[in-house]
Structures are given as structure tokens and as C-alpha cells.
């Protein structure tokens, strides 16, 4: 490997600091990368939680203490997964100690954290900031924005894009941070997950104009650390029906965001069809995607027609894997952090990126206005 050497630190290390950690293991499996990462330093309040990175031999720093992470000048990159409400002290904090940042969604509990950060970095000229989102990363995903943007849909008539699983179908299942508004925010589970329904929508261009919310607080209280109920405050679902345009013309853009959605695990979906074609991907079947045409059907005629077309594995940087593999999860993180890593350097010419700072504020702004239509019954414009 012959890439620009980058320190990497992560600060939280829960589910998404190890898996992030498991994927810089798995460079070598990236073609020519510009970019050779290595994981130097991890931070967590909860000294049990740095065990897992001591197996790690190039970490060098563990610390619960997240100043000590950013003065390390071995750390030029720190990925940040923690709650919501500490979103803004360490992403500010991570951008005025100089180092780029890939942060966590939702950039901030609320839209007025975002704004800090986005002051923060504006307020730095040289900062580097995305914000995490791995499921446009799947090569079906990939296809199906180069599908939107190569012109085959024509007019749009609709596009639905949504994030769908059943973490909290259980009603047992303990009260934590998530399930909290003080902690997760007025947003709840579109601050936790939303940003996975509206990186695609908006880097397509697709600027709702006004939208109509739909929010489920399903489960109103959960076990508390003893057994006895407590209130569980936070919107479980949430589906936004919004007006944008494509091309001019307005279309119906739908997302939906759920914790409990029966029958799904962890389901990014996506599809937008027009006029002359269309296009359909879901994590469900990670190696399909739908393609609709108009097609001459031998002693029939010209008719419409669904066509099934398997992916494989290649996705925003090439890879080792082979191309009729399937790919997964774990691969969908490898090439955000490869786009992240390739952008940070200057090499990821006209790839697909991670959400900017600018896309994660915006997101704020339409949780806010989702949430008062929601209550008010209305269409809402979000502010701008």
C-alpha cells in the first residue's frame, strides 16, 4: 500500500466504533487506494468498552478522557459515535483541534446544535466534515443513482425512499438513550435513523418544497434499569410525504423511517419511476436490482416490463472481491469510508460522497417541519 498515511481516532466505542475499526482491517481489499488508514487512538467514557480495541496492535492511545484523543498529533482523522445530545461539544471541539471528522448522525440533537457545528467549521476554513450514512454504499444503490441521474426516468411521477427495521418490536425491551427525548431528541427515531432515507434524495437534488409528517409513538414506556415502566418518549416511526422536483417538474417524494416495522432487520429501500423508466433496489436482496422498460415481447408487442439485473460486488472504489459476489453490510462501510478517506485527500473526483454538513443541517429543518405538520395537520414548508 502506497496511499497518503492517515491516523485515524474514533471517539465511542460501541457497535459502530468496532465495526468501523473491523472495516480499516479490511483495507488491503480496496484497489489503489489514495488513502492508507490506521486506527492509532479510541475514546470512550466506559474504560470496559476499550478492551475490544487491545487486540488491535496499531492502536496506540486508549483514553476516556476525548481531549487527550484530539491533542494526539498522531490523529488526523476521528469518527465520532456517541449520543445525540454530546453531538455538538465534540464535533465542535474535533474541528477547532484541526482534525477532519466523519461525524455520526443526526449531526446534532437538534437544528440549532447543527448550526453550531456548521458555524464551527465555516469558522475553520481548512476543517474537513461528512456525516456517516453506509446504505447508499450498496452497488445497487450505486446503480440506481446512476440510473436516476443518466436522464431514463423522463418525466418522474414518484420516488420512496426508506430505512426499515423492528429493534423495538419488543415491548420488553429495556428503556436506553434512544428511547429518550433529552437524549435522542424531539426527532427521535428521525434523528437516529433519518439521515439514512435522505442522503440519496438529496444528493439527487431532491429538495422537498413542502412535506406533510406522519408520526407513530408506539410504545409510550419501557422497563427502566429496575423493571418498573418508565415513559419511552421518542416518535417509533415516521413517514414524510413531501413535494420536490426533478428536472423542473414536481413530483411525490415519500420517506419512511421505523423502529418497528414487523417483519424487517435493518432494510434500506429505494425506488423512483417516470414516464420512460424506472429503477428499484432493496438491501433485502442486495444483489438485485429492478429496471422498468418498455420492451418488445416477441408475438405480443411492445409492452412494460419489470426487468431483474444482479449487481455484484463493485460499488463507489474497486475492490479485490470479485464482481458477481454479493456484497453486504460491512462492505457498504469499507467504501463510505474509502469515498470519505478518497474525498478527504482530493481523489474521489465525481464518486458518490458522504452526506456534507450542509445536507445534515437541512435534514434538522425537515424533521422540524415534518413534526409540526404532524401536529398541525398541514402541509409545512421547511424553513430555509
Not at 482491517?25 to 470496559?48: F, G, M, S, T
Not at 477547532?96 to 465555516?122: M, N, T
Request: glycine share 10%.
Amino acid at each position: 500500500m502506497t496511499g497518503k498515511k492517515i491516523g485515524i481516532g474514533i471517539i465511542g466505542g460501541g457497535l459502530m466504533g468496532r465495526e468501523i475499526a473491523a472495516a480499516l482491517r479490511r483495507w488491503p481489499a480496496l484497489i489503489d487506494h489514495p488513502a492508507e488508514p490506521e486506527l492509532v487512538a479510541v475514546c470512550d467514557i466506559n474504560p470496559a468498552a476499550l478492551s475490544f480495541f487491545e487486540r488491535i496492535d496499531t492502536v496506540q492511545l486508549t483514553t476516556t478522557d476525548h481531549h487527550e484523543l484530539l491533542a494526539d498529533p498522531r490523529v488526523d482523522v476521528v469518527y465520532i459515535a456517541v449520543r445525540h445530545d454530546l453531538h455538538e461539544r465534540l464535533y465542535v471541539d474535533t474541528v477547532r483541534a484541526g482534525k477532519a471528522l466523519l461525524a455520526e448522525k443526526p449531526f446534532g440533537i437538534d437544528g440549532a446544535a447543527a448550526d453550531a457545528v456548521v458555524a464551527a467549521i465555516d469558522e475553520t476554513p481548512e476543517s474537513f466534515v461528512r456525516v456517516s450514512s453506509e446504505m447508499p454504499f450498496f452497488p445497487g444503490a450505486q446503480w440506481a443513482v446512476d440510473y436516476v441521474r443518466s436522464g431514463a426516468l423522463g418525466r418522474i411521477v414518484e420516488a420512496k425512499c426508506t430505512f426499515l427495521h423492528a429493534s423495538d418490536i419488543d415491548v420488553n425491551k429495556p428503556l436506553n438513550w434512544k428511547r429518550q427525548k433529552q437524549f435522542c431528541g424531539e426527532a427521535g427515531v428521525l434523528n437516529d435513523l433519518g439521515m439514512h432515507t435522505w442522503h440519496v434524495p438529496l444528493r439527487l437534488g431532491w429538495t422537498p418544497e413542502k412535506v406533510v409528517g406522519i408520526l407513530q409513538d408506539v410504545v409510550t414506556e419501557r422497563p427502566g434499569p429496575d423493571g418498573t415502566p418508565q415513559p419511552c418518549d421518542t416518535w417509533d416511526n415516521a413517514v414524510i410525504h413531501s413535494w420536490a422536483r426533478h428536472d423542473g417538474a414536481p413530483f411525490p417524494l415519500t420517506t419512511e423511517t421505523k423502529r418497528i416495522a414487523p417483519g424487517q432487520k435493518n432494510t434500506w429501500e429505494f425506488e423512483a419511476i417516470g414516464m420512460s423508466g424506472g429503477v428499484r433496489f432493496s438491501t433485502k436482496n442486495p444483489k438485485q436490482v429492478e429496471v422498468f422498460a418498455f420492451i418488445d415481447v416477441p408475438g405480443v408487442g411492445r409492452e412494460q416490463s419489470w426487468q431483474q439485473i444482479d449487481a455484484g460486488s463493485q460499488s463507489v472504489w474497486p475492490t479485490v472481491t470479485g464482481p458477481n459476489f454479493e456484497s453486504g453490510f460491512s462492505d457498504a462501510i469499507l467504501q463510505m469510508w474509502a469515498a470519505f478517506l478518497a474525498e478527504y485527500v482530493g481523489e474521489l473526483g465525481d464518486g458518490f460522497g458522504c452526506v456534507r454538513p450542509d445536507e445534515a443541517a437541512l435534514t434538522h429543518r425537515l424533521f422540524a417541519a415534518a413534526i409540526a405538520s404532524h401536529e398541525n395537520g398541514t402541509f409545512v414548508t421547511p424553513e430555509a
